[in-house]
């Protein structure tokens, strides 16, 4: 047998000593005071169902941004038709997506047309010569151009709240075409969590109609142009302040850049807002116009504040008060910057696992690993002999190593990746028994011990990687489109095949030859 060289084994050892690093804070339950702070110290990521948490599933309500698009539609239709100089009588949103424009004069249709389907080319557009209407309707790809849209901008702002949120490894994925899955471990305040994650928060000022009746508009007769919405419930308070506002929004969300929660001189938290530059020239000309009036805060529709302008604000930069908890405003602040949904979103399922359930869903893996470990080592010792004892060695690397992976890549380890970790312990010693029985057959046909090891080892080697390429496209395929706890079966079986090639092919080939290294062999422990 030629020799040994001094790379494979160098490699072996390599492996085993980066290995032993990545996995300890796992097998230590975390880092020791010693351990240097250059070294690697993260520990496995444990899932919901292993750590405990939040499950939720929502439904984002994409009607409502295709209703949001066609009522924006409406003010461009109007300014379109004035700057023109086109009569109409009325333009005004009928249904989810359509527009309907009621014509002064059937003569303008043609120029109506013209103007329209050069600037608005998204629409469809449908003639009633009877009635002088003209029906705008968004076309089906722009619809579903916009859905799509308003489920990724859901993802990522809710993404980003719960990262400010300061939750380890969460998973926020779409689900099907209208549903996001939400799964946060380790959560110890549910209640909140829900109200961050589903909170709308779309933030709009508005101009208080300070010539309105309010009165009238409380009895129902809310004036052409206004809208009544109510303050937020302080303490103390039965009833919520009335507000007759201005239905145009002056200002949006939309334009801020950041948002911090400070405190004033009664330690009483507030959230501070910063315009970008076209939010601070809009809101120093709105301010420096309308001195002497007030101006609502609006968010989600509940009116914060409606304070007097008092004179004209520079710099892009006011804030939002109420009865603020430090925690509410915090997490008003953490949206804030996030942005606003733009869409509803409802909770269609929610489940909360507790800490205990998940030290048990622990307790229970390790001591399945345990058994089946155990088990495995028993059998292919007392089978396989010596070559069994080898095989052993592989496996119980294959183990480190897999851990070693997982805390490296940080990947988040299930209950399904426990039992695909119990699963891999068999399939780490299946390489090698296909190995032994060749070297088995060999020795039969009477080759000498190192040629049927030869002969074994090459043999087999092109079944072991077929088996494991259609089983590695099989993890990859159910990582791409599966969820949650399938993900988790599948992180740990892709990772764990390729190691276990490593450790079944090149480490037990390569001990091995060092082992048999000029000797003479007749018989093997087989």
Known sequence: MRQTPWWKPATILFTLLLSLLYAFPSLYGGTPSWWPGWLPNRAIAQGLDLQGGLYLLLSVETDKTVEQTAENLVDEVRASLRKEHLRYNSADREGIDTVVIQLADSADSPKVRQLLEKELPNLQMVEDPASKKLRLTLKAAESKEIRRFAMEQSIQTIRSRVDQFGVAEPTIQKQGEDRILIQLPGLSDPTRAKALIGRTARLEFKMVDEKGDLSAALAGRVPLGDVLLYGNREAGQKNRQPYLLKKRTVISGDLLTDARVNF?????????????????????QLTGEHVGERMAIVLDNTVYSAPVIREKIEGGRAQISGSFSPEEAHDLAIILRAGALPAPVKIIEERTVGPTLGQDS?????????????????????????????????????????????????????????????????????????????????????KTPLAAIDHGYGRAFVTILDSNLTTLITGLVLYQFGTGPVRGFAVTLSIGLVISMFTAIFVTRVVLDMLLQGRHVKTLSI
């Open 362 to 446: 622990v307790d229970q893996g390790l001591a399945s690993i345990l058994i089946g470990g155990a088990l495995v080592l028993i059998f292919m010792g007392f089978y396989y002999k010596g070559f069994g004892w080898l095989a052993n060695l592989a496996v119980l690397l294959n183990m480190l190593l897999l851990m070693a992976a997982l805390a490296m890549l940080q990947a988040t380890l299930t209950m399904p990746g426990i039992a695909g970790a119990v699963l891999l312990m068999g399939m780490a010693v299946d390489a090698n028994v296909l190995i032994f029985e060749r070297i088995r057959e060999e020795l039969r046909l009477g």
């Open 264 to 284: 004033s001189q009664y330690n009483e938290p507030y959230v501070s807002i910063t315009f970008n530059r076209q939010g601070e020239r809009k809101f120093s």
